[in-house]
């Protein structure tokens, strides 16, 4: 009887030893946080566009759709990196720590047409729509400054001037801190969760303005595998 008490004994200090380490395991596993966004090496695309070798139409679209793919992977899943932005009045913010929500984040340039178009038209007749639906999202306008607005800053200006009635967050970043975060072209948009990770990055400008709605909604609509849990 002794033997059998000392067993049961041994087995229960065991048991709840077990027990401890798979509760600690999973405090672990549930506290992991994703690591920051991973900068992709642009040079080696734009060498690729630029070798001097005659590039087809199809070779574009594949070093293009190859360069999406690197920076979605590279993205996608990533928390925002520490990067400085700055207001119009010249206050400097660390962007992570304006993410209090989802939040949009749409970025451009003063020098691409269509960024302009999508950033100053499309957007906000979108945005408009989607607040009357939701109003648990933000949505952070940043504008990259070139070496170019920096010899010359008077379109940068107009720009700027143009998008404040639009976005009541607007914000000025420089080209390091854009690359930092992977963007490559305008516009781009990055949908961020509540935690500052990025769900999603896009560049470019949607043929149909519906199909950007429905994009957006869809990261509203918490359709994205939980991350807004």
């Known amino acids: 009887m002794a033997d059998n008490r000392v067993e049961n004994s041994f087995t229960d200090r065991v048991m709840r030893y077990l027990l401890i380490l798979a ?5 672990l596993s549930c506290s992991r946080k ?7 090496d642009f040079g080696t695309f734009e060498k690729a566009m630029n070798s001097g070798s005659a590039l087809t139409q199809q070779d574009v679209n594949k070093l293009m759709a190859d360069l999406q793919e ?8 990533k928390q925002l990196p520490d990067v ?8 400097r913010f660390n962007l992570p ?5 989802k939040t949009i984040i749409a970025v451009s340039d003063a020098h691409c ?7 100053m038209e499309d957007l906000p007749k979108i945005i408009t729509r989607l607040k009357k639906q939701y109003d648990d999202f933000d949505v952070i306008c940043l504008v990259v400054r070139t070496k170019a607005d920096i010899d010359d ?3 940068f200006k107009s720009y700027l001037a143009g998008l404040k009635p639009l976005y009541p967050v607007l914000c000025v970043m420089e080209e390091e801190a854009a690359r930092k975060m992977n963007v490559f072209g305008s516009p781009t948009r990055l949908l961020i969760d509540k935690n500052r990770t990025v769900v999603k990055i896009k560049t470019g400008m ?4 519906e199909v950007l709605y429905d994009e957006l909604a869809g990261f509203l609509m918490n359709v994205h595998s939980g991350l807004f849990q």
């Open 113 to 119: 047409g269509i960024g302009k178009g999508c950033t």
């Open 23 to 27: 509760a600690v395991f999973l405090a």
């Open 70 to 77: 690197e920076v979605q992977k590279n993205t996608a899943g």
């Open 34 to 40: 994703p690591g920051t966004i991973m900068p992709v």
């Open 97 to 101: 720590d304006m993410i209090r929500r």
């Open 153 to 155: 800053p008077a379109a």
């Open 206 to 209: 949607a043929v149909d303005p």
């Open 84 to 91: 400085q932005v700055m207001d119009l009045p010249g206050n």
